[in-house]
Nanobody
Framework: QVRLVESGGGSVQAGGTVRLSCAVSGYRWDSYCITWFRQAPGKEREGVAAIGGDDSQFYIGSVKGRFSISRDNAKNTVYLDMNNLQPEDTAMYFC????????????????????WGQGTQVTVSS
């Protein structure tokens, strides 16, 4: 059974740093795409950063230069390092896995993601 577990969320002040982790278990593919999504109250879910099966990366414009996605294959964990956080980054953050995306040049369509985590809350105060 595939399972994704996010951790690392919390409350920080503007300008602060948070590292999110997405631990993947039960996955039968050697390489996979993980994307971090976020959803704020009253807003649509948006993809934030993706790392492909070939370790290619994509970031949306609002986080480029502030967020960094990486993976540790030995630990089956993908990280999202978020720097210079702003109140508009406040949201529930989810990771999702896709076995069909190798190279990322944008945020893959939601339909391609097979399993999602339960989410972790990030709150940024001004």
């Amino acid at each position: 059974q595939v399972r994704l577990v996010e951790s690392g969320g919390g409350s920080v002040q503007a300008g602060g740093t948070v590292r999110l982790s997405c631990a993947v278990s039960g996955y039968r593919w050697d390489s996979y795409c993980i994307t971090w999504f976020r959803q704020a109250p009253g807003k649509e879910r948006e993809g934030v950063a993706a790392i492909g099966g070939d370790d290619s990366q994509f970031y949306i414009g609002s986080v480029k230069g502030r967020f960094s996605i990486s993976r540790d294959n030995a630990k089956n964990t993908v990280y999202l390092d978020m720097n210079n956080l702003q109140p508009e980054d406040t949201a529930m953050y989810f990771c999702a896995v896709s076995s069909s995306v190798l190279n990322v040049k944008n945020i893959p369509p939601v339909a391609l993601f097979e399993t999602w985590g339960q989410g972790t809350q990030v709150t940024v105060s001004s």
